[in-house]
């Protein structure tokens, strides 16, 4: 009931999309906004973690950095891919409709997805949790403004990686045939020129006992990669948008492999002061 009155609340949003061309705020203001939850998390008042969403294309490296993030600021990440799969395996409530939609090859519905995400949170509560990082929603609008209703969000932090660089990773991921370990062979090193800065990414080599077994996932083909990364901006445009009107979008371009990218991210999310061992941890 308490989803059902939230989702009938979230409603009225449409209309704030509206009035949100007129409102503009500098990309100061949304940092300290930030810095301050953080401060005030870190104090012993009763005050919330953080709520935030990570958004980027596929391939990006969202489940790495949103990982590091939670384990730092000792926030559950939360994946609706992984909602979803929790759900059949534990047999929850949805678990039969679930299956069903599944097997049918169907998309699970925004409802749904909404849904286990409340019980999600509720059940995070409960258990004394507090903050969250989102991983892999929303994906749309309409599954931004259902959030709305139900949750607050303080920032979405838009990973971006040069187009190049991103091809170049998606084409150079291998798997593992026996151990199913993820590795990339790719060895990105775009040099700087015309006062763009250069690139580098060092590839993730599997041990030598997998190196014979190495396969390429059958849609890692340049065709259909440069098809996923086309639709994923054209769905995720809009989405930006919704939430870079409301103030809330930190827009962040990769430098490079990690190494580098971490320390850049923890300092435009203010967290530098939390470099910790998380940042040596590979
Ligand atoms: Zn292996």
New binding site residues.
Partial sequence: MAVLSRLLKSRHCVFSSILCTIRTFSSSSLISRTHLRLSSSSSPSLERNVQWVFLGCPGVGKGTYAGRLTKLLGVPHISTGDLVREELANRGALASQLEKIVNQGHLVSDEIIIDLLSKRLEAGESRGESGFILDGFPRTIRQAEILEGVTDIDLVINLKLREEALLAKCLGRRI??????NYNIACIDIKGENGSPGMYMAPLL??S??TN?LITRSDDIEEVVKERLRVYNEMSLPLEDFYRCRGKLLEFDLPGGIPESWPKLLEALHLDNYNDETSLAA
Avoid: T
């Avoid at 593992?176 to 370990?181: D, H, L, R, T, Y």
């Fill in positions: 593992c045939s026996e151990c199913g370990g599997p041990p006992e997998c077994k």
